[in-house]
């Protein structure tokens, strides 16, 4: 499983997706833009070109004194050299980036080791490498240095076989693209998503990753992707026994994955024996096998199916009694088998500990501080809840005393029109007039003859008697017109034998009438309220209720209500 990953691991750089052949003039090139041209080059092994690119982005950065492209220029070299070389440029990019502020360093530095170790088939130092890198990006909030490690630390997992946890990480960065951008990065997460996938058989998903994959490469034209994706769909098909179309698949894209990647091509000699197999063709199985054996020891990178291939080996040639190959074969059985057991040993030990078991308390943290922040959201939102209850029950409260008050006064308006109406029967209709004390009267209307204050009294009972209040549009002036005198007489007289302004013993008139026919007429009593207000003389019913409201100090619908459950009880 780890051998299908090794050229898929991330760098941590953008790849570019257009090659181009011409590497004269570097110099009019950006620092990107040499970065871009390196990774084209070296991802389609064209190594001379991308270690030609590699020292001119050094000697560029160091003749600009850039410590942070110095770094990347030692990172883009080293992918050129053998291990221990390699590894003195890593050290170099920690020495020149040792006094450099920010998030990048040297979180960047111990992922680039790791890798190294990781490609070197050192499972155990790039572990610890990732852990060392994870830390410092934790530490300095580095998001996306935290997903390369979370990744690489993936990768690890899949090795050891735990497939299903690491493609929890790989379909969280396939569809969460906040922190892994760009397209190279995407189609990485998604082939080590398919390989998870067929190695715990949940074989739809895988399927639908893989056609998605080919739509893809066959989109850009990337030929190696297109050959990377029939070998996946190849494993699709050994997993479903599709045998004979397996062996078909994987013959085809042999060629074109051992030019990029021997290690996957080991990866897919395996699978081809596995084809074999299952079609009975022991000779095919042993003579493919032996073939990986023969790519191994030139690389002698290990996965975890190799005691798988030597165990054949060793039992077939042991059924041939060829005992010099038998021996070959348990000898190299033996190395590998070592080999693995130090591996596993130490990542099965190390991974819970030094990742696992960090990410579990550090979730369980995460979701302590979750329910404090739901356990302060639920007291926040029960005192407002609180708060809000308390404003209803005070408005309900401040309510039902306005509606009680309201009533009350009601009830003795009610009152007062029968009291009223008593002794008007009595008087027979008439109104009594109280004379005001002979000193105020002299005050009031001292300017104004007194046979025309009479005059004008006599008209202002007439104008009530017979109701003329009720007519829409009266005026101070229309009235005094109508009983021919003037305004300054007519206003002087109102407010000194009626103690008000024309405008309020206007609507006094009117609004108690109002109350008076409201009790006696029970189909005035159902009108509309623009009704009502139209014969008393008011333009509108906002107006007519608003001096209701000024005039009795209730409202309209309250004295109504109340002369209706009087007249109820009355009833009953």
Known sequence: MKNIFSIIILLFNNLAAAQNNNIDALYEFKYSQLKNKFYDYYDHN?????????KYYLQKAKKEKNALEIA???????FNKDFPVALKYIDSIAAITKDIKGSLYPARTYLIKGNLYYKNDNLKAALDSYILGLKYAKERNDKRQVAYADINIAYINSY???????????RHYLYNRKDITDDYQHNQMRIALISCYLDINKLDSANILIREGQVSAITSKNTYDISLYSFLSAKYDLKLRKYKTTVTKLSKVYDDIIRINPNNANIALYNLGKAYYGLKNK?????????????????????????????????????????????????RFLKTDKKLDEQFQYLLTELPKKYDTPNLLQEKENIIDELKKRKLLSYLTIGIMTLLLLTLLLLYYKSRKLVRKNEKIAQNLIHSVEERNKIQTKAEAKEIFIEKPLQQEEKTIKNIPEEVVQTILKELEYFEKHQRFLKKGITLSSLAQSINTNTAYLSEVINSHKEKSFTTYLNDLRIDYALKRLVEDKLFRAYKLAIIADELGYNNAQAFTAAFKKNTQTTLSAYIKEIQKQQSSKEI
């Open 46 to 54: 064209q190594f001379p070109q991308s270690e030609q690119i590699a």
């Open 72 to 78: 990347e220029g030692y990172n883009l070299i080293h």
């Open 160 to 170: 050891i076989g735990k497939n299903a946890e690491a493609a929890k990480i790989f």
């Open 283 to 331: 000779e095919k199985v042993v003579e493919t096998y032996t073939k990986l054996d023969s790519n191994l020891q030139k690389t002698d990178i290990t996965f975890p199916e190799l005691r798988e291939i030597y165990t054949y080996l060793i039992d077939y040639y042991k059924e041939k009694n060829d005992k010099e190959k038998q021996l070959y074969y348990i000898d």
